[in-house]
């Protein structure tokens, strides 16, 4: 049994320790069989983290203080230089695809002293008709102090989250929310325009440009921009820029870009637009709501030509994974405006603030 798996005292843990019998100890692991069933107990404080449409802007503001933090190197006395979460397991359950959020949640777990257990849909059994939900309930039986959940059904997280007992971060839900991604867009752009401290982005005018229609990352980006004051405008073909975005839309990204001051570029999400694949060789998949990658790219891709017509301290953004030569053009994504490796170095700090924000006690 590695040592990391039993729980240190409640004493020695501080006011993030959980009774010990929830989380199993040496001796209840050992004595299974004649062992009452460790009950599942429900932090009546805990928070979990689901989406910045409905979250706070005081909650929001601290989200953000405390990645700045995390960014400059927590004080002495900040919570976080004391490994808030040493001795303890934090979980991914990735039932979908990712390279950026699944292994920044795990270096900022490892940052604030937790091991992972790293959850695969694709090698779950949840491919032997397992629930979501009762995968997550096994996996939170285990004891773990948090769970970070990625699925492509929208609410998903929620669902979980409904019957946990422990907090449960959305690491992306389908076309819902993507809330840690819209903490380190927002950060990015703050620390770009030197409003870190305050956070407020007023001023500030943000283009979303591409398959608006299907982003988690804009729709947490839009809330959170709007609660920080900035003016958000999202632009792309009919299809693909849905109407209720609380924001300004336009089908012409040439008439607004000379207006932006950052410009987050978004991959069409093919996956998203029909149940089946993109026949090989075929433009756009069946149920896509565009007529060719190459009309939308005429439009809608951020090329160099477009790229000199940008005002002069504009940054590119994207949340990943980029396709080269398609909504965006290779040198503009490498280039000087470009902040897009920022934006993944942010997301380590963004999800080491949110994760300590959870799991704390309040
Ligand atoms: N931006 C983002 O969510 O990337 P991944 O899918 O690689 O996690």
């Known amino acids: 049994m590695p040592e990391w798996f039993v729980p240190a005292s409640t004493e020695s843990r501080g006011p993030l320790a959980r009774r010990p019998e929830a989380v199993g100890s040496r001796a209840a692991i050992g004595s299974a069989k004649c062992a009452p069933r460790p ?3 429900i932090a009546p404080n805990m928070r979990h ?9 005081t909650d929001l503001r601290e989200l953000l ?5 995390a960014k400059a190197g927590p004080a002495a006395s ?8 040493a001795g303890r397991l934090v979980a991914n359950l990735f039932f979908e695809d990712s390279t950026r959020t699944r292994n920044s949640f795990t270096a900022a777990a490892y940052a604030l002293g937790a091991q992972v257990i790293d959850l695969l849909g694709s090698s779950s059994s949840v491919n032997k008709g397992e629930t979501l939900i009762d995968t997550a309930r096994n996996v939170e039986a285990m004891g773990v102090a948090a769970m970070c959940v990625r ?5 998903s997280a929620a669902m979980i989250a409904k019957g946990s007992g422990c907090p449960v971060i959305n690491a992306g839900d389908g ?5 840690t991604q819209g903490l380190l867009d927002l950060f990015t752009i703050a620390e770009s325009f030197d409003r870190l401290g305050s956070f407020d982005l007023s001023g500030l005018r943000v283009g979303i440009v591409g398959d608006v229609a299907s982003s988690r990352v804009a729709r947490s980006a839009i809330a959170g921009l709007l609660t920080l004051g900035a003016t958000v405008t999202v632009v792309g073909p009919p299809g693909l820029v849905p109407g209720g975005l609380a924001s300004a839309a336009s089908h012409d990204l040439d008439e607004v870009l000379p207006t932006l001051d950052a410009v987050m570029m978004l991959r069409i999400q093919f996956e998203r ?4 694949p993109p026949p090989q060789g075929a433009a756009v998949s069946r149920g896509s709501s565009i007529a060719s990658v190459r009309e939308f790219r005429s439009f809608y891709a951020l090329t160099a030509e477009r790229e000199a017509r940008m005002k002069p301290h504009a940054i590119i953004m994207h949340p990943g994974p980029i396709n080269r030569g398609i909504e965006l053009d290779a040198d503009v994504a490498d280039g000087p405006r470009s902040v897009i490796l920022r934006q993944v170095s942010n997301g380590v700090f ?4 949110a994760l300590a924000w959870c799991c704390e006690a309040h």
């Open 65 to 69: 203080s405390r990645t700045q933090r």
């Open 175 to 179: 076309k819902h929310e993507h809330p």
């Open 273 to 276: 637009h029909s149940d089946a």
């Open 39 to 41: 009950r599942r107990t």
């Open 350 to 353: 963004a999800r080491t603030a």
């Open 151 to 155: 699925a492509k059904q929208s609410g």
């Open 78 to 85: 900040d919570p976080l230089a004391s490994r808030p979460l």
């Open 49 to 57: 983290l689901l989406g910045l449409q409905l979250l706070p802007a």
